[in-house]
């Protein structure tokens, strides 16, 4: 599970570079823009850390 929740965060890192980036790697100018991706993606990166941690808490639970 780590790895598709791992692998979930890099899509999402992914996604933002290209939706502040244009289509030559120059970044975008609308800084509200910007700044709603960032916060949308900085959602999805918390969803997929909180996933991580439920997995750590439950291995933590059934090894005692």
């Known amino acids: 599970m780590y790895h598709f929740a791992c692998d979930r965060i890099h899509e999402v890192v992914d996604d933002l570079y290209e939706a502040i980036h244009d289509n030559q790697g120059y970044p975008q100018e609308d800084f509200e823009k910007v700044y709603r991706e960032v916060l949308e993606s900085k959602s999805k990166i918390y969803q997929e ?15 005692q």
């Open 49 to 63: 850390l909180d996933l991580i941690k439920t997995l750590i808490d439950e291995h933590q639970a059934k090894s």
